[in-house]
T-cell receptor
């Protein structure tokens, strides 16, 4: 088990371009989360999947953002028409319920810079 | 992170104990977590405590929970330079599976 894997680690893109990030959760973890973190802030929740179902989306997730988890394993997060304000670290986490606890394990993140 | 509050900075001398504090607002939170983030890296889960516990100890880490005051603390004994990082408190509100994070406390350990 290699932990939560995110790709790419870094992405620099021009304003207006589309970008897509990938997350591979820990195997058999049925819950997957996307967070965004900007400098000096804690992770802010974007969206959450249980298996392939997207169960919750934050108000932060504008129409330009879309996330998928088609087979209940890996997930992708796409940002269309990127803006400079989208520059941030995008973190993926996964968890598997044991009883009532659902401790989330994070990947290393994808750092997006929009120029 | 506006529902979870932490002080932003803490500076300690190597070998001393560090105490990082956190307050949360959701009294229904069942689990509370401490994560560590080193520069340029993701978050590493350090420990967690269930809401029916007052204290949990794990090697150099001691977590104290005051549920009445919704106050959580993390004590690191014998703090080392390798403990320098940002520490995040997170709550799991009752009925939710989504951890909510504070802004983090930057721990600086100096010789």
């Amino acid at each position: 088990d290699t932990g939560v894997s995110q790709d790419p680690r870094h992405k620099i893109t021009k304003r207006g371009q589309n970008v897509t990030f990938r997350c591979d959760p820990i195997s058999e973890h049925n819950r997957l989360y996307w967070y965004r973190q900007t400098l000096g802030q804690g992770p802010e929740f974007l969206t959450y999947f249980q298996n392939e179902a997207q169960l919750e989306k934050s108000r932060l997730l504008s129409d330009r953002f879309s996330a998928e988890r088609p087979k209940g394993s890996f997930s992708t997060l796409e940002i269309q028409r990127t803006e400079q304000g989208d520059s941030a670290m995008y973190l993926c986490a996964s968890s598997h319920p044991r009883g009532k606890n659902t401790e989330a394990f994070f990947g290393q993140g994808t750092r997006l810079t929009v120029v | 992170g506006e529902d979870v509050e932490q002080s932003l900075f803490l500076s300690v001398r190597e070998g001393d104990s560090s105490v990082i504090n956190c307050t949360y607002t959701d009294s229904s939170s069942t689990y509370l977590y401490w994560y560590k983030q080193e520069p340029g890296a993701g978050l590493q889960l350090l420990t967690y405590i269930f809401s029916n516990m007052d204290m949990k100890q794990d090697q150099r880490l001691t977590v104290l929970l005051n549920k009445k005051d919704k106050h959580l603390s993390l004590r690191i004994a014998d703090t080392q330079t390798g403990d320098s990082a940002i520490y995040f408190c997170a709550e799991m509100p009752g009925g939710s599976y989504i951890p909510t994070f504070g802004r983090g406390t930057s721990l600086i350990v100096h010789p």
